[in-house]
């Protein structure tokens, strides 16, 4: 398998590339409407739309634990999305999610200001709405990544490709594109990456389970395999290491759970749940 993932600012058209990329090569194409399908698919709707690019106010990360499970539950869907095969991924922290695999071609669409307001002009904007809609955009997303995964999303080392489209058509762009994305050597590297993705996606679907459920410091989680998964650490309570596994036991495709928390009486009763 082999992804294309694809960081645009506004008024680049990125997502037009990106779109074209995928027909172009055939392959799944997952932007905002095929994300939210998804999650729809998995339960995990209402979450993807409270985080939608957006970072929780200061309150709701102050104050509650939502906003960990709602990132948990949208990068998990990248990784089930992920693991069914060849595809291009818009935006989302893509391109960080899936960092980890070779088989991975990770591409940052930009412009200078001038030729983003003139884009979106073109598309009927009017120039103040143009200038306002483009540093709303440039925040939030810039705001989201760092949220969620704690990069700058301007650093060009996370990419692998950039493009400025300041003096490159839509066409141009998409042709480079496919030229690299052509490379075998790329697509050779992709032995093991649906285990990992596999393994990636149940890990994070684990943890959201454990936050909802009220587990203020969750215990260590690790994917063995598959479908099997250990739990480490220290709880106050033997009813505590029990709920743990019974809530893991309702996460979808964890089939073995290896217990492995200890109880200990010098660690706080509300360190966990």
Known sequence: MYFITFSRKMGTN????????????????????????????????????EIDEKVPSLFQRLFSQKPEVHLDRLNSIIYELASRGNAVFLGRGSHILLRALKCALHIRVTAGLEKRIQNLVERGFQMEMAIKAIRRSDHERGAFIKFAVQVD????????IVLNMDNLTVEMAVNAVLHISSCEEIKARSVDAMRSLEMMGLS??????????????????????????QLTG???????KTKAEEILKGVKGIKSIDNQIQVSQTVSRYGYG
């Open 234 to 240: 220290f709880v106050a309570e033997p009813l505590t």
């Open 14 to 49: 990125g997502s037009e590339i990106a779109r074209r990329v995928a027909e172009q090569l055939g392959y799944a194409f997952y932007d905002t409407e095929a994300i939210e399908n998804a999650a729809r698919e998995m339960g995990f709707l209402q979450d993807v739309k």
């Open 153 to 160: 999303w301007d650093n060009p080392e996370l990419y692998d």
């Open 204 to 229: 994070r679907r684990a943890e959201a389970a454990l936050i909802e459920a009220g587990f203020i410091h969750c215990p260590s989680i690790s994917v063995l395999e598959p479908g099997k998964i």
